[in-house]
């Protein structure tokens, strides 16, 4: 009898071992409270606290206004969420180049890119309109406006990314070595600009000339160009203001910037963190525009203390003419990109629209 006790008793034992074990594999499965039901997905936060890494890239150098803004961004969304996201900064083409910026995300080369969309050529034939001479007054309103424009009317060759923010240059001058106040001073000089942004310059009556911002110095310094089409806080940050010592007081087209981050890391991200992602989104626009106008101000000031930099008026009768010639260019564009079947006189409309919204404000 008393063996029987003694089996009876093990088997008692081995039960309410194993029915213990059990619980515990479904509290603690994958290392989650609450077991395998409330797993996050790869690359995610735990509810154990796991840090959240992403990496962002951007092909120019890291004290420049684009770059400054990867930098907000990053400090921002490592604030909102306490540490959970921690963001590595990859700037001046350390990991991903204008060339490859986009590819580089869609094969997860870097989590988030950013680069210009004239750099982007076919993804956003849209915002060739929006770039052009439209009346911006600065950067803030160009930023607000081209983000929004981004909003209704997304490109579809952005389908399988994420939009995180949108933003823009100011309108860009012509800053040259010869001293231009009308269309036949500005005449046959060689100016340096965006291959995608060469009509701008040509309908100037100047000689457009395709090539980096970095490839301007040494051109500058030898003579093959006599100024470039750039926003005005380069006279500073890149110096520029030692070669040019004339801007001709024209507002030209921006330069719009994109940043994108690739989809499926976009859903991998818990629902918290994708709520401060979306929240920095439109506030992005607003503070980069702002520091940027701050950073052209500046530069002026600096460029007229320290080098004797001019702002040359343009003659009223050259504007009136230029007004009508970009206004011309910008109707042709819509046409053409309406013929392909793309809502381009939605868009210019809303963008008019924007830009009196925002300039009012």
Not at 188 to 205: F, K, M
Not at 206 to 220: D, I, R
Not at 341 to 355: R, T
Request: net charge negative.
């Amino acid at each position: 009898m008393r063996k029987w006790w003694i089996v009876l008793l093990c088997m008692m034992v081995a039960v309410l071992a194993a029915c213990g074990g059990q619980t515990t594999v479904q509290e603690g499965s994958a290392n989650q409270p609450g077991g395998a039901a409330s797993a996050q997905p790869a690359g995610s936060a735990s509810a154990s606290g796991e840090t959240i890494e992403l990496t962002y890239a951007f092909f120019a150098p890291a004290n420049t206004f684009p770059a400054v803004q990867m930098q907000k961004w990053a400090d921002e969304l490592e604030k909102r969420s306490n540490g959970k996201v921690k963001v590595k900064l990859f700037p001046g083409g350390t990991l991903l180049t204008a060339k490859n910026m986009y590819d580089g995300v869609a094969n997860k080369v870097a989590d988030i890119g950013l680069s210009a969309t004239s750099y982007e050529p076919g993804v956003f034939e849209l915002y060739s309109i929006s770039d052009l001479p439209s009346g911006y007054p600065n950067a803030k309103v160009a930023s607000q406006v081209v983000y929004d424009l981004l909003q209704e009317f997304p490109p579809d060759a952005l389908k399988d990314f994420k939009i995180i923010t949108a933003f823009a240059t100011e309108p860009s001058y012509i800053q040259s070595k010869k001293r231009a106040s009308s269309l036949a001073e500005l005449k046959g000089q060689r100016l340096r600009i965006p291959g995608a942004n060469s009509p701008v310059v040509a309908e100037l009556g100047a000689t457009p000339v395709g090539m980096s911002q970095s490839e301007a110095v040494e051109a500058l310094q030898t003579g093959v160009i006599e100024g470039y089409v750039s926003s005005r806080e380069v006279l500073k940050d890149l110096k520029f203001a030692e070669m040019v010592k004339y801007v001709t007081d024209y507002p030209l087209s921006i330069t719009t910037f994109v940043a994108v981050m690739n989809k499926q890391k976009w859903e991998s991200l818990p629902p918290d963190v994708q709520k401060l992602v979306d929240e920095l989104a439109p506030e992005m626009p607003v503070f980069t525009g702002e520091y940027l106008d701050g950073i052209v101000k500046d530069s002026i000031q600096w460029s007229k203390d320290k080098h004797q930099l001019e702002i040359v008026p343009l003659a009223d009768a050259d504007k009136a003419e230029l007004d009508k010639k970009y206004e011309a260019m910008q109707k042709k564009l819509v046409q053409d990109y309406k013929a392909k079947g793309l809502p381009a006189e939605a868009f210019n409309d809303k963008l008019h629209e924007l830009i009196k919204k925002y300039s009012s404000q």
